[in-house]
């Protein structure tokens, strides 16, 4: 085998290894019976139409809000964190950073636990549920924006703040016509990893649920429990698109792939 | 006398105990172009940030036709930049970063069209204004960072070292247009670079500097003719340096001349040639000195070995000469 057909052998396996499941998946929710076979007898929609009923839409929407709000919080906190972080040497640098980046390190279930303890000694019981996952993902999501954004500001060409300066943009100017516009993919990118991450989270959010406030992932996770259903099928092959459509969308408005693949344009 | 377009007053930059620039006073007349020459680290790019308003000086104060800036802003001073990367702004076209200046100052939009429109023209870049940074050769990006710098029509214009990211030929060529440009538009300017052949060709005065101080001021012809230190004469052009009655008598390779006898006469000094190197227009004589002193002779390559330069092959007994008018002597310190 040459080289090049062993190299095509390998991607293949992993892309067997990604996609399959997936596929099968998907196969699986058009199941005529209520068994969960592959490959499917039969063609129905009717576990689709179950997958659309509240029970399954309602989680959805809430991880829906929770992701987008996550995100949105997220990018407002990294702005400033990462400024601070890629451009200053301040007191107290290295502990902001540990802060900032530390949930990456930690298990998210450790921060749920955490978070979970905090809510009840604080006396914010009340809070738990949709406010206290809130908090979770924004702790959890914040690393991603925090490094996509400074990782952006460290890619800036050098000298063009000064430029902008020279040529008589104040400060505020300069960030608004010069430095946004070149960091805006990083940020966009940021934004788009929080939304993910807090789309698919499991870990955390487990913990910090109540009845009638929690994600798709932990009503999955729930459902799982009685065993598989064609239902569920259909239910994971919508919560597995939303966030490929979201990307899609992203990608084709602000170039996000520039920012993933790490083919960046520079002068 | 009127106020100079620039003046630098007792200008001290310090990073902690690092110091930058080491007390420097300058002063350049409207229209003049002042060149600050010396190898990397002697202050000069600091110097330039300090003009730019980049960051403030420790010390000193900087003049702009009299009035003092050393504590404004850089978008408050007036100043163009053409830096040594461009620093274009990459996600702007060619038109639009030229237009960048004038927009930040309100000015109306037919005035920018028009003004942005002869900027390019100056620099010979009509018709790519539509261009991004990322679609121009280096030397069209240079283009339109001058053009971008000269569109304001600052008060000074400041080039760091922009000629050092092209290639030589076209370095050479932008030589001659920058000065050119400077002189028709009779624009200020001060030019850093480390390069002495930019600094010779391109130049009114120049400002040596060493170590954060100016080691010496003077037109081009003055500053290669009349060295005042043995940095200077060092680090312009090539100089041989002889150590006679504690003083240091300097004499420059192609003034000097070889000889078989000794000559009545200038400066003379018996050696050995040690290495002969072809350049094509000129030869080198590398020489031991029968004293331990080595010195250097430049010669024309008049295609004559036996003429008036005579091609002495390595290892033959020569006399170093050098008439007494090419021979000028410095403080040994």
């Not at chain 2, 600050?36 to 000069?44: A, I, V």
């Not at chain 2, 080691?215 to 043995?230: F, K, L, N, W």
């Not at chain 2, 008598?249 to 002969?276: D, H």
């Amino acid at each position: 085998m040459t080289a090049w057909g062993g190299l095509r052998a390998v991607v293949a396996f992993v892309y067997l290894f990604m996609l399959g499941p997936i596929l099968i998946t998907a196969a699986v929710s058009f199941n005529e019976s209520n068994r969960s076979q592959f490959p499917p007898r039969g063609f129905s929609l009717q576990w689709w139409q179950r997958a659309l009923a509240p029970e399954w839409v309602d989680p959805l929407v809430f991880s829906f809000k929770l992701a987008s709000l996550t995100a949105l919080f997220s990018t407002l906190l990294a702005l400033p964190l990462a400024f601070a972080l890629a451009r200053y040497r301040f007191k107290g640098r290295e502990a902001v950073m540990a802060l900032t980046l530390g949930p990456l390190m930690l298990p998210a279930l450790v921060t749920g636990v955490g978070l979970l303890q905090l809510f009840q000694y604080v006396g914010w019981r009340d809070y738990i549920g949709f406010t206290a996952l809130l908090v979770g993902h924004v702790v959890i999501c914040l690393p991603f924006a925090v490094r996509t954004v400074a990782i952006s500001l460290h890619t800036l060409p050098p000298h063009v703040e000064l430029a902008a300066a020279s040529l008589g943009a104040s400060r505020w100017r300069t960030l608004r016509h010069v430095v946004f516009p070149l960091i805006k993919s990083g940020i966009v990118a940021g934004a788009v990893f929080a939304f993910v991450h807090s789309f698919t989270d499991v870990n955390l959010s487990l913990f910090l649920v109540r009845p009638g406030e929690q994600p798709i992932t932990i009503k999955i996770l729930g459902f799982l429990e009685y065993g598989f259903a064609p239902t569920l099928a259909a239910v994971s092959v919508i919560t597995l698109i939303l966030p490929l459509i979201l990307v899609a969308i992203v990608e084709k408005v602000s170039g996000l792939g520039d920012f993933i693949y790490g083919e960046r344009k520079r002068v | 006398m009127s106020e100079p377009a620039l003046r630098l007053a007792g200008i001290e930059k310090r990073y902690g105990a690092t110091v930058a620039v080491a007390g420097i006073d300058l002063e350049v007349r409207e229209g003049e172009f002042v060149t600050l020459l010396g190898p990397s680290g002697c202050g000069k790019t600091t110097t330039l940030g300090l003009i730019a308003g980049f960051f403030p000086p420790t010390r000193g104060e900087i003049y702009l036709k009299g009035r003092p800036v050393a504590n404004l802003p850089p978008f408050r001073r007036d100043i163009g930049v053409v830096f040594q990367d461009y620093a274009l702004f990459p996600h702007m076209t060619a038109g639009e970063n030229v237009a960048f200046g004038l927009k930040m100052r309100d000015l109306k939009k037919a005035e920018i069209e028009q003004r942005v429109r002869e900027a390019l023209d100056l620099v010979q870049l009509a018709g790519l204004a539509e261009r991004r940074p990322l679609e121009l050769s280096g030397g069209q990006r240079q283009r339109v960072a001058l053009a971008r710098a000269l569109v304001i029509r600052p008060a000074v214009l400041l080039l760091d070292e922009p000629l050092s990211n092209l290639d030589l030929k076209l370095r050479e060529e932008m030589r001659v247009e920058i000065a050119g440009l400077q002189r028709r538009l009779g624009i200020t300017t001060v030019f850093v670079t480390h390069d002495q052949g930019e600094a010779l060709v391109m130049s009114d005065r120049i400002a040596v500097m060493n170590a954060g101080r100016i080691e010496q001021i003077g037109r081009p012809a003055e500053i290669y003719e009349q060295p005042a230190t043995r940095f200077v004469a060092e680090f312009i052009g090539r100089m041989n340096f002889f150590m006679r009655d504690g003083k240091i008598l300097a004499i420059r390779p192609e003034r000097a001349r070889l000889a078989t006898e000794k000559p009545k006469t200038g400066f003379a000094a018996r050696g050995t040639v040690r290495q002969v190197l072809y350049l094509g227009a000129t030869l080198e004589y590398h020489l031991a000195l029968d004293n331990g002193e080595r010195a250097l002779v430049e010669a024309q390559n008049d295609g004559n070995a036996d003429g008036n330069v005579p091609r002495f092959a390595a290892g033959s007994v020569v006399w170093f000469t050098a008439p007494a008018e090419s021979c000028f002597g410095m403080p040994a310190r």
